[in-house]
C-alpha cells in the first residue's frame, strides 16, 4: 500500500480522489451560503443548525483540512515531479498547446491555499474583522448575516475574495476533467468530461462570487 501511494499512478489517484471530495463540499457549501439572499432568518437559522451538532461540524472541518492538505502536497508532488522529467524543448512545445489554466495549476493552488487561511481566519475563528465576530441577532444567535454583510463592505476584503475565485474558476476549470483523467474515467467520456470541468467551475464560482460583488455593490445590505 506504501508503494502505491508513492508511485504516479497512486498519486494521481489520492489526487483524483479528495478532488473529487472537494468539489463535492464546494457545492455543499455554496448552497449554504446562498442562503443570505433569503435574509438573515435564513442563512442565520442555517448556522444555528451546525453549531448544533459541533462534532460532526468540527469533524467535518477536520476530514475537510485533512482532504485539502492531502490534495495540495500530492498534486504539488507531481506537478515537481512532472517538471524535473519533462525536457525542455517538450515543455516549450507543449505549452503553447497547454490551456492558461492548466499551465498555472500550481500557482492557482498554492493561492487558494492562501484564501482558504484567509476565509477560516475571517468567518471561522474570526481573526479578521474580529469587531463583526461576536455580533448576534435579536434571538441571541450568532449573526452570520450581519458579519458577512459588513465584511464584504470593506472594500479590500471583497476584491481578495472575488480575485481569489476568479483564480479558484481557472484551477477547477482544468482540474474537475483532470479528475477524471487521472481515475481512468476520460478515455471513453473524452468530449462530455472535458465540458464538465468549465460548465461546473463557471456556475459555482458565479454562485460564490455573487455575494461579495453584490454586497460590495450595495445591492445586499
Not at 54 to 63: E, H, K, S, Y
Not at 208 to 218: D, K, N, T
Request: hydrophobic residues 50%; glycine residues 8%.
Amino acid at each position: 500500500m506504501n508503494q502505491f501511494f508513492k508511485s504516479s499512478i497512486g498519486r494521481k489517484y489520492v489526487v483524483g480522489v479528495t478532488g473529487i471530495a472537494l468539489v463535492l463540499f464546494l457545492i455543499a457549501h455554496l448552497l449554504g451560503n446562498l442562503t443570505i439572499f433569503a435574509g438573515p432568518k435564513a442563512i442565520n437559522d442555517y448556522a444555528a443548525f451546525l453549531k448544533s451538532m459541533p462534532v460532526v461540524l468540527w469533524g467535518a472541518r477536520f476530514g475537510l483540512i485533512v482532504t485539502f492538505v492531502l490534495h495540495f502536497s500530492f498534486a504539488l508532488k507531481l506537478y515537481l515531479e512532472n517538471k524535473a522529467a519533462r525536457p525542455k524543448s517538450y515543455a516549450v512545445d507543449n505549452s503553447v498547446q497547454a490551456t492558461v489554466s492548466s499551465r498555472i495549476m500550481a500557482l492557482s493552488g498554492t493561492i487558494i491555499l492562501l484564501y482558504v487561511v484567509g476565509h477560516l481566519l475571517h468567518f471561522t475563528l474570526g481573526v479578521i474583522l474580529p469587531e463583526y465576530a461576536e455580533l448576534q441577532d435579536a434571538q441571541g444567535r450568532h449573526d452570520v448575516y450581519s458579519m458577512v454583510i459588513k465584511g464584504f463592505q470593506v472594500t479590500p476584503v471583497a476584491v481578495f475574495y472575488i480575485v481569489a475565485l476568479c483564480l479558484l474558476w481557472s484551477h477547477l476549470s482544468h482540474g474537475i476533467s483532470s479528475i477524471f483523467q487521472s481515475l481512468g474515467v476520460i478515455q471513453s467520456n473524452k468530449g462530455l468530461i472535458s465540458k464538465i470541468g468549465p460548465v461546473l467551475s463557471t456556475l459555482l464560482i458565479l454562485g460564490y462570487i455573487s455575494i461579495p460583488l453584490l454586497v460590495m455593490l450595495g445591492l445586499v445590505k
